[in-house]
C-alpha cells in the first residue's frame, strides 16, 4: 500500500484509504485537504 503522510481525523480514515487505492492504482501522486466548519479534519 502506499504510503500516506499527513493528518487527519480518526472519522475520516476514508480519505487517505482511498488516496492510498488510487495511488497504488498507478497514480503518481496527489495530496487531499478537506475542512469542515473551516477547520482541518484532512490534510494528506
Known amino acids: 500500500?502506499?504510503?500516506?503522510?499527513g493528518s487527519y481525523?480518526?472519522?475520516f480514515t476514508a480519505?487517505?484509504?482511498?488516496?492510498?487505492a488510487l495511488l497504488d492504482?498507478?497514480?503518481l501522486?496527489?495530496?487531499v485537504a478537506?475542512?469542515?466548519d473551516g477547520e482541518p479534519?484532512?490534510?494528506v
Open 15 to 20: 480519505v487517505p484509504s482511498a488516496l492510498a
Open 34 to 36: 478537506v475542512f469542515v
Open 25 to 27: 492504482a498507478g497514480d
Open 9 to 11: 481525523d480518526d472519522l
Open 41 to 43: 479534519v484532512v490534510d
Open 1 to 5: 500500500m502506499a504510503e500516506i503522510q
Open 29 to 31: 501522486g496527489a495530496s
